[in-house]
C-alpha cells in the first residue's frame, strides 16, 4: 500500500472510531437519564428541581382540564395520548412554563423594591429551610407560632407572593399605587359596593379602603401580567415536551 493510502485508510478508520464513540455517548447519556432540561427565563437558567416544582404546581389543573374537556382520565398513556388535537403532557409543559414566567416575574420584582437579596430558586429553598428551623426551634423553646408549625415549598411560595404584593401596594410611592381621585371614582362607580347581610349600599367615603385596596391590587396584577408578557423563554419545545414526559 501506498504511503497516502495509507493516511487515508488510517483517517477513515479514525473517524468510524469517533463517530461510534460519539454514538456511545448518545447512548450512555440517554440511559442515564433521558432528556436534559434545556430552558431559560429571561436569560436565567431553569434547573430541573425548579421546572419540576412548577409541573408539580399546574400538573392537577392540567388534568382536570382534559377530565372536563375530554373525559380524559390520568391513567395508563394519558399523558402522552391526544385529546381533541392536544396532548396533556405537551400542555402540562406550556402551563409549567407560564407558571414560571408569572413566578420569576413577581420574585423579580421582589427583588428589585429590596423584599428579597435573591430571586433565584436556590434562595426561595434556604429561606424555606431558614424558616421552618426559626419554627421548629420556637416550638421546642414553648413560643407560640402563628400559621403552620412547617411549610411546604408551594405553601411557603404562596406566603412569599402573597407577602410581596401586599407590601407593594401598601407602599403609594410605587408605581401605579398613588392612585388620583378620578381613578378611585371611576372604580367605585363600576359596581356597587354593599356592606353585611342588609345589603346596604356604601357612599364612596364608606367605601373607599375597600375600593383603594382593591384597584391597587388589580393595578399590582396587570403590572406582572406585563412583565409576564415581556418574559423571554428561550427552549427546543420539543426536548422539553420528551424531558417532562419522561419525569412524570
Known amino acids: 500500500m501506498k504511503k497516502t493510502g495509507k493516511v487515508k485508510f488510517f483517517i477513515v478508520i ?14 450512555l447519556s440517554v440511559a442515564a437519564g433521558g ?28 388534568a382536570a382540564y382534559f ?11 394519558f399523558w402522552s395520548g391526544e385529546y381533541g388535537g392536544e396532548v396533556p403532557c405537551e400542555k402540562l409543559a406550556e402551563e409549567a412554563v407560564e407558571r414560571l414566567k408569572y413566578i420569576h416575574a413577581v420574585y423579580g420584582l421582589a427583588e428589585e423594591k429590596g423584599y428579597i437579596d435573591d430571586a433565584g430558586y436556590e434562595a426561595l429553598v434556604r429561606r424555606l429551610e431558614d424558616e421552618n428551623a426559626s419554627r421548629k426551634e420556637k416550638i421546642e423553646a414553648g413560643e407560640a407560632v402563628y400559621g403552620l408549625s412547617e411549610y411546604t415549598l408551594d405553601l411557603f411560595m404562596e406566603y412569599e407572593i402573597s407577602s410581596f404584593k401586599e407590601r407593594y401596594c401598601n ?14 371614582r371611576e372604580h367605585y362607580e363600576s359596581r356597587e359596593w354593599i356592606v353585611g347581610e342588609s345589603g346596604d349600599k356604601l357612599e364612596l367615603e364608606e367605601a ?13 396584577d396587570d403590572m406582572i401580567l406585563r412583565l409576564e408578557e415581556d418574559s ?17
Request: no cysteine.
Open 35 to 62: 432528556e436534559r432540561l434545556r430552558l431559560r427565563i429571561n436569560g436565567t437558567e431553569i434547573s430541573e428541581e425548579e421546572y419540576l416544582q412548577a409541573v408539580k404546581d399546574v400538573r392537577y389543573d392540567v
Open 208 to 220: 373607599r379602603p375597600a375600593v383603594e385596596q382593591e384597584l391597587r391590587e388589580m393595578k399590582y
Open 232 to 248: 423571554q423563554v428561550e427552549t427546543d419545545r420539543e426536548a422539553l415536551y420528551r424531558f417532562t414526559l419522561e419525569k412524570i
Open 67 to 77: 377530565a372536563g374537556v375530554y373525559g380524559a382520565k390520568e391513567e395508563g398513556s
Open 14 to 27: 479514525a473517524a468510524v472510531l469517533l463517530a461510534s464513540v460519539a454514538a456511545a455517548g448518545i447512548i
Open 171 to 184: 407602599d403609594t410611592e410605587n408605581e401605579g399605587m398613588d392612585l388620583t381621585e378620578e381613578e378611585i
